[in-house]
T-cell receptor, first 112, second 110 residues
């Protein structure tokens, strides 16, 4: 069966510090991968999605970036965090050609 | 740009009652719909999906599609306190993406 991991689970970072969040999927090959952010009490905002290694599409302009160095690894990064980057970051995957997405446990980021 | 709208709630129902959650969508051509449940502080989990060929029942959950009025409903029979969560509706968009509604918070009172 497929599983998705995210780490860290929680993170507190000062404004201006860098960020690296990691997501890995097990039990499948060539998945579509997604990064979402959920602000407190808000809906899901799609940040990036990837259909393959090195293929990243950005949905919203921001100071975040994403990379996919391996088939089942998706990384979300920032060089300098802003207060507005605080939120719940969720990684999700889907099979190629299908819309059903499964979410990882998420990373709760607080920028102070 | 496709849109998905949900009443943010909270929707409060007594234990044992039927909870009815609605989601409206803008694209008349939408063919499939997904319902996710999100407990406070947790990630969303898929509980139901429905395609354009009719209603779907799974245990205490029923998804109903009204294409003429462009809304999809999730009914929860015999609601339990453990059903208290935020329910997110989603419709497919191009490129394998989903568009999510803002979610409806459900509170089931014992």
């Amino acid at each position: 069966s497929q599983t998705i991991h995210q780490w860290p689970a929680t993170l507190v970072q000062p404004v201006g510090s860098p960020l690296s969040l990691e997501c890995t999927v097990e039990g499948t090959s060539n998945p579509n991968l997604y990064w979402y952010r959920q602000a407190a009490g808000r809906g899901l905002q799609l940040l990036f999605y990837s259909v393959g290694i090195g293929q990243i599409s950005s949905e919203v302009p921001q100071n975040l970036s994403a990379s996919r160095p391996q088939d089942r690894q998706f990384i979300l990064s920032s060089k300098k965090l802003l207060l507005s980057d605080s939120g719940f970051y969720l990684c999700a995957w889907s099979l190629w050609g299908q819309y059903e997405q499964c979410f990882g446990p998420g990373t709760r980021l607080t920028v102070t | 740009q496709k849109e998905v709208e949900q009443n943010s709630g909270p929707l409060s129902v007594p234990e044992g009652a039927i909870a009815s959650l609605n989601c409206t969508y803008s694209d008349r051509g939408s063919q499939s719909f997904f319902w996710y449940r999100q407990y406070s502080g947790k990630s969303p989990e898929l509980i139901m999906f429905i395609y354009s060929n009719g209603d779907k029942e799974d245990g205490r959950f029923t998804a109903q599609l009204n294409k003429a009025s462009q809304y999809v409903s999730l009914l929860i029979r015999d609601s339990q306190p453990s059903d208290s969560a935020t329910y997110l509706c989603a419709v497919p968009n191009q490129g394998g993406k989903l568009i999510f509604g803002q979610g409806t918070e459900l509170s089931v009172k014992p």
